[in-house]
C-alpha cells in the first residue's frame, strides 16, 4: 500500500504560507490549514490491483506510477525557468497587445507539456471521468473494482497524451503580481479519459500561486511566438479561479 500524490509535493509547496500550511476549503466549504505535503494524496492511487477480494495481491498487479517521474522530477526547474521570465505588467493595454513573446527550446516546451498533462490526468476530475460511464450503465461499484478500473483507464493517458501533443500547440504563461491563482481537484482541460484526445487540447493549470499555464492546440495558427505571457489583471485572475471551481 502506497500513497500517491495527485497534486505533486514539489508543486503544492509553492503554496505554503509563512507558517508553512496550506489554506484548504473542503466540498463541504469547510476552511482548514494543513501542510502542502499532506495534501492531494490517494492510497494506491497508480497502482492497479486485480484481485477480486480486497487485500489480497494477484499476480497481474501493476503499477504506473513511474509514468509521472519525468513531470516530477522536471517541476522545479520549470518553475524556475518561468519565474525568469521577462513580463511587465500592462493593465492599460488592450488584452492581445499584453502579451508578451518568450524564447523557449523544443526541450522545455516539451517538459512543459508533460508537466501540465501530467497534473491533469492525475487529478481527482479524471480519475471520476474514468470510471463515469460504467458507473452510469452498472450503477455503483464496489471499491476495489472500481479502483482498478480507473487505473486501467488512466494508465496510458499521461504517455499517449503528452507524446501525441509534444510541442505542436500555443503557450501562454499567465502571471498575477497581486492576486492569486488557486488549485483544485479538477480545472479546465477537454482531455478525455476513455479516448485520449489528440487535437484540439486545451488545458488551463494553476503551477504555483503566482503562475498558471495555457496549452491550446488550434485548427490552425502563425507559428511563433510559441510561448507568451502575460500579467493579468484581479478581475481576469479571479475568472481563472472561477473556471478551477466550476472544473
Request: proline letters at 6%; aromatic letters at 8%; a negative charge.
Amino acid at each position: 500500500s502506497e500513497r500517491h500524490h495527485w497534486w505533486p509535493r514539489c508543486v503544492s509547496r509553492h503554496w505554503a504560507d509563512v507558517d508553512g500550511k496550506t489554506g484548504w476549503i473542503t466540498s463541504a466549504g469547510e476552511s482548514r490549514r494543513l501542510r502542502p505535503d499532506g495534501l492531494g494524496q490517494i492510497g494506491n492511487g497508480h497502482h492497479i490491483k486485480l484481485s477480486r477480494m480486497p487485500g489480497e495481491s494477484d499476480p497481474w498487479d501493476t503499477s504506473f506510477e513511474h509514468e509521472f517521474n519525468l513531470a516530477d522530477n522536471a517541476f522545479p526547474e520549470t518553475i524556475e525557468w518561468i519565474e525568469s521570465l521577462e513580463c511587465e505588467a500592462q493593465p492599460d493595454q488592450p488584452l492581445h497587445r499584453r502579451f508578451i513573446a518568450q524564447n523557449a527550446t523544443d526541450d522545455q516546451l516539451r517538459l512543459l507539456t508533460e508537466e501540465v498533462v501530467s497534473l491533469a490526468v492525475r487529478s481527482p476530475r479524471f480519475r471520476e471521468r474514468c470510471v463515469a460511464l460504467a458507473e452510469n450503465l452498472r450503477g455503483p461499484l464496489p471499491e476495489h473494482e472500481r479502483n482498478a478500473l480507473i487505473g486501467a483507464n488512466m494508465r496510458h493517458a499521461q504517455r499517449s497524451v503528452s507524446d501525441s501533443l509534444g510541442i505542436r500547440a500555443k503557450y501562454a504563461v499567465l502571471l498575477t503580481r497581486e492576486r492569486e491563482f488557486i488549485y483544485g481537484d479538477g480545472f479546465f482541460q477537454n482531455v478525455s479519459a476513455t479516448a485520449p484526445q489528440y487535437t484540439r487540447v486545451r488545458l488551463l493549470a494553476p503551477i504555483t500561486p503566482t503562475m498558471s499555464v495555457m496549452i491550446f492546440q488550434p485548427i490552425q495558427y502563425r507559428p511563433e511566438p510559441r510561448l507568451s505571457a502575460i500579467v493579468l489583471t484581479e478581475t481576469e485572475v479571479a475568472a481563472c479561479n472561477d473556471a478551477v471551481q466550476i472544473c
